[in-house]
């Protein structure tokens, strides 16, 4: 609580922030479980690093409470409309074989929002390292 008091939080904005991480830690776990039990998810991962991106990003939320409002997209439409993209995959897969042309279009909107999620990383990342550009060249 301290640590978020010193970064300007108040408790009603603590509560506020720890309820949206622990939904969005619970479907970065959700996300995993469903690249961990399927093959072509995990190609998409692997192509896109978009998981790998979300667990970094989300971490960077975590140490850096405000960036929760720059990053409000990712918080509340990225991971939840992954979370439900993956669900209907699986019960797309699930079904027989004719579904097939549904399942291929479930795998590239999932890719799509993948290098959305990653691409959000990268430009968090360099808003980072302009930061502290700026404060190495004016500091």
């Given at each position: 609580m301290d640590t978020y008091h010193e970064k300007g939080l108040s408790d009603q904005d603590i509560t506020i922030f720890r309820g949206?991480?622990?939904?969005?830690?619970?479907?970065i776990k959700t996300w995993e479980t469903a690249v961990k039990q399927d093959s072509e998810l995990q190609i998409i991962e692997n192509v896109t690093g978009g998981l790998k991106s979300a667990k970094k990003l989300f971490q960077l939320i975590v140490k850096h409470p405000k960036m929760a409002l720059t990053n409000h997209n990712f918080l509340y439409k990225q991971l939840p409309t992954m979370v439900d993209l993956t669900e209907t995959y699986d019960n797309v897969k699930s079904v027989d074989k004719l579904n097939q042309e549904l399942k291929i279009e479930s795998q590239k909107v999932i890719r799509q929002l993948s290098e959305k999620i990653a691409k959000t990383y990268e430009l968090e990342l360099s808003d980072d390292i302009e930061k502290i550009k700026d404060e190495v060249e004016n500091g």
């Open positions: 949206t991480m622990k939904e969005a830690k619970a479907q």
